[in-house]
């Protein structure tokens, strides 16, 4: 067989299709979900940033709302075009699973179908309004947008925690007979996934804003600027870090009620007992564990605060329905709980200089860890849903359905994975250039106000002023 | 309750076709509009009328789709198998053609903004043209009800074609319907006869084209072409009318009311099918309405669920059509916190110059009580 021959076969192998369509929900989601995470909360960032604008008149929040929205309208167009990628992968990529559940899990996609449109209108007039509607008219259209996004967030986790814990429905013979659509909505694990991922959108775009205007600050661009722009990000993110990890923990306990094969993935329970350690690293291949930390009793502390505590193993299920690479939803676990503690460090850092000293802190450490927070926020979230999603195999649908009987029966699958990544990463560095461009141009200008500024030396005080506005008071 | 559900999911295929399709029409006219030097003012008209609205009018086919899968969770999976080629590529079309428009604006070099507007106007044909051939699968019954594999021969019937291109015109005829209407209202004479002149000739190969679609009907799939000039015989009539009418206000000069009427013949035509295959759901199969999958629960609930959106986004969208009708949404900066100044030298100035007017005070006003009353709702639901 030519290489093109066995291509095309194993394209056309209909066999084949499970894996990668697995590889295609996953590149697609996590590709969308970090523009989810901004088109959620970057509209309330920019609110707060007019809202500091309009009621302090400040002139320098006020051109950061301004310049954030231009940017949110790139960030909400590649949002939109990705999340419809999904909605046709929902059919395209598991027929059987819509066949089966779309009388379910359509309910909660139907309300963030609601949301969307909301989001939408509010965005179109909010982003397009600046020059015409008045300064607080113009304010005021833009919550909407906060709030749909919020709960447009949660409908889509209705439906991935439905699939962890799916409920709120009567089978009869392979019939949907009844369905609740409130217990389908507030299932069980949606209690903890919904504020979990609400809290990582604020984190993600919070500590994103921020860490561009510590990386400008890192290379000396310290004014009042980037000084305001790092706030106004970093102070929401770093007060929302303990609340999610809270939730965080919350979660873990109830995934090790719910889904204890998850659970034992995550924390290398290989066998179910008591005076279960802890494993922080380590990669588990053929029943060893190499390399990381062992924590004598603390895994049984955290599921039940006492050693005693029984905490149930994967050898509770037959191989066949253990998830794969149990060693990739370990670390995936710890990475999201490291990230996320120093995400926590960076921000009690800052409170405990701002306490001490009112300012914040100095130190170029600092600095550095602003300028990476926001990528340590995506890659917490990443890894968390590489835990929920690896985690939950081999099933779709929890318990119900497995993963390869939801895919797809045609072939093809790896022709369609091919082009989506290369369309996708032509999109991402489509995206990321836009956006540098804006920034560079934004630059122009700023250089360009300084200079006409400084030539306007009939009005020496005014520019006295600017100069020392210019800088951050210390 | 699955037939009110039928109708509903056929009324938001209706907006998506009306709204959405001239957007994607928009695009046509934009590949059509010659080199940079020549194309600008139209390109200028049609960016500027599209870019505050496409993407909500893009979340109608969000809607579409989601009611699909929840009312009818068999036939979706149905078609969703056998017609996954076509389906990909107007998923594509759609991807590129938001990409492409969103990028077009924000790029200042000649060169690059040329590319990205390329990709939005040839994509802008894609989507329209499979969807047509997905359409005319359905309706002659080419999506078996346990579709396994996908099918190349389901859509690729001369039927199906004709419908595709059917499509691309209709989405063409809407656009330039639309256009001209928007080019009287900024009183532009220019352009107003320039997308006059284009919605004539879409209108002349649109109805061309359902014709034809008609003939190869009634020689391939006699059943089909029966119903449509039985049951459905008014609404072909009424889908006639309207284009006739069309033409006729076209050159009588009322552009405006032309875009009513536009709207209105491209619904009858939607309603036509919808009614022609009603109540069976897969043509040549035993997928009707009501044995589609989901249980009555479900679409109470989706029932609700749409009343709710009547309620919350139907103001909503008339805030967002008023606003954009009384050119109070632009794109770009300037104003009262300008912060760019002049943005690069390549780029053509999109809209003849206007000064700066500071926000009136009634129409902001206007629209700071609309968004209390819309927030209050909100709160009090
Ligand atoms: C900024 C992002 C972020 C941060 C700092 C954390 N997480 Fe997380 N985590 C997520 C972002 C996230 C997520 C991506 O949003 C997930 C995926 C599914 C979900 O609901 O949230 C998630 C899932 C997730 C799950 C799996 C839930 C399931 O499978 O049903 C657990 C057990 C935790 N997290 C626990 C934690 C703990 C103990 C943290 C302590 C530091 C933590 N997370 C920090
Ligand atoms: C938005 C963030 C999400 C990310 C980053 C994500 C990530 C992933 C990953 C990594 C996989 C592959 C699992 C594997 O390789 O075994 C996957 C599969 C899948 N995900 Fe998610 N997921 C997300 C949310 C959702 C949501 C909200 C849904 C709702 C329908 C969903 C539905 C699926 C389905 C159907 C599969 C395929 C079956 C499976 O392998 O489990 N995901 N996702
Ligand atoms: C955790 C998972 C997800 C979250 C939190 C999320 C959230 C969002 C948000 C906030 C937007 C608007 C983004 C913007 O316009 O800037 C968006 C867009 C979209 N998402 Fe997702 N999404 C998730 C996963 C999914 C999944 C699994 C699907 C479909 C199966 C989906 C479908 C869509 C669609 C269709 C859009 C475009 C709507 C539009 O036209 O504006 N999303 N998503």
Known sequence: ?474 | MATLIGAILLASITLYAVLGGADFGGGLWDLLAGTTARGRMPRALIDESITPVWETNHVWLIFDLVIFWTAFPHAFAAVMTALALPLWLALGGIVLRGAGFAFRKEITRLSLQRAAGATFAFSSLLTPFFMGTVIGAIATGRVPADATHASLSAWTSPTSVLIGFLFVSACGYLAAVYLAGEAERRSDRCLQTYFTRRAQAAAVVAGALSLAALVELHGSNRAMFDRLTGRSLSLVILAGVCGLGVLALLATGRRIVARVVAALGVAAVVWGWGVAQYPVLLPGTSVTLTNAGAPNSTLIALVALVVLVAVLVGPSLVLLFTLQGRRLLEAGEGGPWSVNGPTGQTQPPRTPLQPPRPAGKPPGLLALVAVAALVRRRQRR
């Open chain 1, 1 to 474: 067989m030519t290489p093109v021959q066995a291509v095309t076969a194993l394209a056309a192998s209909p066999l084949s299709a499970e894996v990668p369509a697995r590889a295609q929900m996953a590149t697609t989601l996590g590709f969308h979900i970090i523009l989810a995470c901004l088109g959620i909360a970057l509209p309330t960032i920019v609110l707060i940033a007019e809202f500091v604008g309009l009621r302090r008149s400040n002139p320098v929040a006020m051109k950061l709302a301004r310049r954030w929205s231009q940017a949110m309208g790139v960030l909400v167009a590649v949002g939109a075009v990705t999340g419809t990628v999904l909605s046709f992968e929902m059919g395209l990529l598991w027929p059987t699973l819509m066949r089966q559940y779309g009388e379910v899990l359509g309910l909660p996609f139907g309300i963030e179908g609601l949301f969307f449109f909301l989001e939408a209108i509010f965005t179109a007039i909010y982003l397009y309004g600046w020059r015409r509607l008045s300064g607080w008219a113009h304010w005021w259209s833009g919550v909407p947008i906060a709030i749909s996004g919020i709960f447009g967030a949660m409908s889509v986790i209705a439906v991935n925690s439905w699939m962890n814990q799916p409920g709120g429905f009567t089978e009869r013979g392979g019939r949907i007979v009844s369905v609740n659509p409130w217990q389908v909505y507030f299932n069980h694990a949606a209690t903890y996934e919904m504020p979990h991922m609400v809290l990582a959108a604020y984190m993600v775009t919070g500590f994103v804003v921020a860490g561009i205007y510590a990386a400008g600050i890192l290379r000396g661009r310290r004014d009042r600027y980037h000084y305001t722009g790092f706030a106004i990000g970093f102070v929401p993110a770093a007060i929302l870090t303990p609340f999610q990890i809270f939730i965080g923990d919350t979660a873990a306990r109830a995934v090790a009620q719910d889904q204890p094969v998850k659970f034992a993935a995550m924390e290398y329970v290989t066998q179910t007992s008591r005076k279960v350690p802890e494993w922080l690293g380590g990669v588990y291949v053929n029943g060893h564990i190499y390399g990381g930390l062992k924590i004598p009793y603390m895994d049984s502390l955290l599921v039940g605060f006492s050693p005693n505590t029984e905490v149930i193993g994967w050898d509770s299920v037959p191989a066949a329905e253990r998830p794969p690479v149990v060693w990739l939803i370990h670390l995936c676990f710890d990475v999201m709980v490291g990230l996320g503690f120093l995400l926590l460090l960076a921000g009690l850092w800052a409170a405990y200089t701002w306490w001490r000293k009112r300012r914040l802190p100095s130190q170029r450490l600092f600095w550095l860890l602003g300028a990476v927070s926001g990528l340590a926020a995506i890659g917490a979230m990443e890894c968390g849903w590489v835990v929920t999603e690896v985690g939950r195999q081999p099933w779709v649908v929890y318990r119900r359905l497995t993963t390869t009987d939801a895919a797809t029966t045609n072939g093809g699958v790896l022709t369609s994975l091919s082009l989506i990544i290369v369309v996708y990463a032509l999109l991402a560095v489509a995206t990321i250039l836009i956006l540098r461009m804006l920034a560079r141009r934004w630059r122009r200008s700023d250089l360009r106000e300084a200079t006409v500024l400084d030539g306007a030396a009939a009005r020496p005080q005014e520019q006295a002023a600017t100069r020392a506005g210019a800088r951050w008071p210390r």
